[in-house]
C-alpha cells in the first residue's frame, strides 16, 4: 500500500489560490483514474480535477468555500501500487478549464429516477445550484446527459411534471423556517467584487433617454435582410459599436485605475464586458478587440460568450481582461438603474428597456420608442462635464445610426 497525493495544480496564470466549490467524493470512497473529485474555482471559471490513480481517498484538504493555496496538498489516496506522490505539474493538463459537458466518463448507472443513487449524482455546479434552489434532491432526478450527468432540464422536467405542493385545508399558515446558507463560488466571488466597488470607487451615474425608433427600423430590415450564417441583431451589437465611436473621442473611459499604485491605464483596444446573467449568477464574457469588428462579427461573438457563460463552459481568458462593461437587463430593464462600475474599469454602460412614450416634435405628440441609458463612471477619475459628453455622443450615435457605420 502507498499513498499518492494530489496537490492543488497552478490553474492560472498569477493565481496564488483556489476556492473548493464542491467534493465529488469523501473520505472512504473509491476512486478511479479520471474520475472527477473536486471542482475548484478561480476568477469565475470552475476547474474540474479528476484522479490520476485508483485507489481509497484517505483525506480531503478542507470544506467547501475554503480556499487552498497552490501546490498544497489537496487529496490523499490509498493505492495499492507504488504511487507515490502527484505533483501539480503532472496533472495540470488534465485540470484545464473544461466544459460541463466533460465529465468522467465513469458514472453512476441510473435505472430508477425515484432510487437514491449509491454514488453522488453527476451534475456541474451551475445545475446542483439550481437543483438547491429549487429544493430537488439530485438523487431523485434521472439524467439525460453523457454518462448519466443530470442537465438542468432533467430538473425542469421534474419541476414541472412532479408532485405539486400542498396546502393547509384550514387556509393560511405561518412560516417559522429560516435557512442559513453560506456563500461560496462565484456567488461569494459576486459579493467581494460588488463590494469591493463600493467601497473604493466614489461613482457618479448620469442618466439620459435615447430616442430609439430609427435604430429600431434599421436592426429589423438588417435582421430581414441577413444571410442564412448571420445570428439576429439585438440592440447590444449597435450600443457596443456606438460606444467603440464614442471612445476614440474620449479615451479616458477606456481604463482601468490602480488606486493603490495611483496610475490610470488607458487602452487602446476595447475589450467590452458584457454583462450576462447565469443559472449561478452574475458573469462577464469578455469581447475583445470590439474595435475592430463589424456588426455582425459583433453579434455572433457576443452570442458564443453568452452560450458559453451560461452553459459553465467559459474559460478564464473569456471571462477576464475587460477595458469597459456594458450592463443590460433586457426586458426587465425598468426606468433607470445605478450600475455598479465592474473593477478596477472606471466606467460601465447600464442598459434600460424600450419603451414607446409620446415625445413632443415641436407641434404635436408622436409615439417614439425610447430607452434611457443609465451609466456610472468613476469620479475620481472621469469629471461629470467628460460623462456627459461621452454619454451624449453615445446617444447621437444610436439615434442616428447611419453613423455607425461611417468611418472616421
Known amino acids: 500500500m502507498s499513498e499518492f497525493v494530489i496537490e492543488m495544480p497552478d490553474v492560472g496564470e498569477g493565481v496564488a489560490e483556489a476556492e473548493l466549490v464542491e467534493w465529488f467524493v469523501k473520505p472512504g470512497d473509491p476512486v478511479r483514474e479520471d474520475m472527477v473529485i473536486v471542482a475548484v474555482m478561480t476568477d469565475k471559471a470552475t476547474v474540474e480535477i479528476p484522479s490520476p490513480v485508483n485507489g481509497i481517498v484517505t483525506w480531503l484538504a478542507g470544506e467547501v468555500g475554503e480556499r487552498i493555496a497552490v501546490r498544497a496538498p489537496l487529496v490523499r489516496i490509498e493505492t495499492t501500487g507504488d504511487a507515490g506522490g502527484a505533483r501539480s505539474e503532472e496533472i495540470a493538463e488534465t485540470t484545464a478549464e473544461v466544459s460541463t459537458a466533460e465529465f468522467p466518463k465513469l458514472a453512476p448507472t441510473v ?22 434552489e429549487s429544493g430537488i434532491d439530485l438523487a431523485q432526478v434521472q439524467g439525460t446527459g453523457p454518462a448519466g450527468r443530470i442537465l438542468r432540464e432533467d430538473i425542469e422536467q421534474l419541476l414541472n411534471h412532479g408532485a405539486a405542493p400542498t396546502m393547509s385545508m384550514g387556509g393560511l399558515t405561518q412560516k417559522t423556517a429560516t435557512e442559513e446558507i453560506k456563500l461560496t463560488g462565484l456567488r461569494r466571488r459576486i459579493a467581494e467584487k460588488m463590494a469591493l466597488s463600493a467601497s473604493r470607487i466614489p461613482h457618479i451615474t448620469y442618466v439620459e433617454e435615447v430616442d430609439m425608433t430609427s435604430l429600431e427600423e434599421l436592426r429589423a430590415i438588417m435582421n430581414a435582410d441577413r444571410k442564412a450564417d448571420h445570428p439576429k441583431l439585438t440592440v447590444l451589437p449597435f450600443l457596443v459599436q456606438a460606444v467603440v465611436k464614442a471612445i476614440s473621442e474620449q479615451p479616458n473611459v477606456n481604463a482601468t485605475f490602480d488606486d493603490e ?34 456588426i455582425w462579427d459583433c453579434a455572433a461573438e457576443m452570442n458564443r460568450l453568452a452560450e458559453a457563460a451560461r452553459s459553465g463552459t467559459a474559460t478564464r ?31 460601465i454602460i447600464g442598459v434600460n428597456k424600450i419603451a414607446t412614450r409620446p415625445v413632443w416634435d415641436g407641434t404635436q405628440f408622436v409615439p417614439c420608442k425610447m430607452m434611457n441609458l443609465s451609466s456610472s463612471f468613476d469620479h475620481r ?21 447611419a453613423l455607425i457605420f461611417i468611418e472616421g
Open 381 to 401: 477619475i472621469i469629471d461629470g462635464w467628460d460623462a456627459a459628453t461621452f454619454v451624449q455622443r453615445v446617444r447621437t450615435l444610436l439615434e442616428t445610426p
Open 261 to 294: 499604485a495611483g496610475i490610470v491605464t488607458r487602452y487602446g483596444a476595447v475589450h467590452m464586458g458584457i454583462a450576462t446573467q447565469t443559472p449561478a449568477g452574475l458573469t462577464v464574457p469578455v469581447v475583445r478587440h470590439a474595435e475592430a469588428r463589424g
Open 317 to 347: 481568458e473569456e471571462l477576464s481582461g475587460s477595458t469597459i462593461t456594458i450592463s443590460s437587463l433586457g426586458a426587465l430593464g425598468g426606468i433607470v438603474s445605478t450600475p455598479i462600475i465592474n473593477h478596477p474599469e472606471v466606467a
Open 111 to 132: 435505472s430508477d429516477p425515484v432510487t437514491p443513487r449509491t454514488e453522488k449524482p453527476l451534475a456541474a455546479p451551475p445545475v446542483r445550484l439550481f437543483a438547491k
